[in-house]
């Protein structure tokens, strides 16, 4: 059985930093696509940031150059560390993980297991 828990989730003022963990059990991260989404208050959920098989990294603009996913093969996490904080980006950010492979953004469709998700939340 697979699961996510995500961590690292608060709040924070504007400019400030966060770093997001999800620890993976029943399956190994090496082997799976993994992804950030986010979801805000009354939005549907949106693809944030991509790591896949390959180590092939992808983002969505208005996170570029701000936030940095990578993975810990040995605790068999994926982190997302966010720094530049917006309020904008507020809102309540899951992981997700897919076995198959893709290239670029990761839609919510592709993704078959899901974390619990951790509130974000920057103050302005």
């Known amino acids: 059985q697979v699961q996510l828990v995500e961590s690292g989730g608060g709040l924070v003022q504007a400019g400030g930093s966060l770093r997001l963990s999800c620890l993976v059990s029943?399956?190994?991260?090496?082997?799976?696509?993994m992804g950030w989404f986010r979801q805000a208050p009354g939005k549907e959920r949106e693809f944030v940031a991509h790591i896949n098989y390959n180590s092939n990294i992808y983002y969505t603009d208005s996170v570029k150059g701000r936030f940095a996913i990578s993975r810990d093969n040995a605790k068999n996490t994926v982190s997302l560390q966010m720094n530049s904080l917006k309020p904008e980006d507020s809102a309540v950010y899951y992981c997700?993980?897919?076995?198959?492979?893709?290239?670029?953004?990761?839609?919510?469709?592709?993704?078959?297991?899901w974390g619990q998700g951790t509130q974000v939340t920057v103050s302005s």
């Open positions: 029943g399956r190994t991260v090496t082997i799976a696509d």
């Open positions: 997700g993980l897919t076995p198959v492979n893709y290239m670029g953004r990761l839609s919510v469709d592709a993704i078959r297991y």
